[in-house]
């Protein structure tokens, strides 16, 4: 059994900074890819970033050059280090683990971007 936590959201003001973890347990294989997706209210969910098993990363474009997306293998664990955030960054951030052909997912965690 996979399950993904996710750590590191919060309340923030614009132009400030978070930094989310998710930490994956269970039978992690070798190849996958770990990424990052977020839902607003009333808005479908949408891809922020992805990375390979092999360092490969995807941004969608509205993260890039404010979000990084990084990973450690050795720890099973995917981090997105958010700057320069907006308030409409404002979502649930959810992880996403793909293996062996199956997907899981995290339960969330809200960032809030307000003044």
């Known amino acids: 059994q996979v399950q993904l936590a996710e750590s590191g959201g919060g309340l923030v003001q614009p132009g400030g900074s978070l930094r989310l973890s998710c930490a994956a347990s269970?039978?992690?294989?070798?190849?996958?890819?770990m990424a990052w997706y977020r839902q607003a209210p009333g808005k479908q969910r949408e891809l922020v970033a992805a990375?390979?098993?092999?360092?490969?990363?995807n941004y969608a474009d509205s993260a890039k050059g404010r979000f990084t997306i990084s990973r450690d293998n050795g720890k099973n664990t995917v981090a997105l280090q958010m700057n320069s955030l907006k308030p409409e960054d404002t979502a649930v951030y959810f992880c996403?683990?793909?293996?062996?052909?199956?997907?899981?997912w995290g339960q969330g965690t809200q960032v809030t971007v307000s003044s």
């Open positions: 996403k683990l793909t293996q062996r052909g199956r997907i899981y």
């Open positions: 269970g039978i992690i294989a070798s190849f996958n890819v």
């Open positions: 990375v390979v098993d092999n360092g490969t990363t």
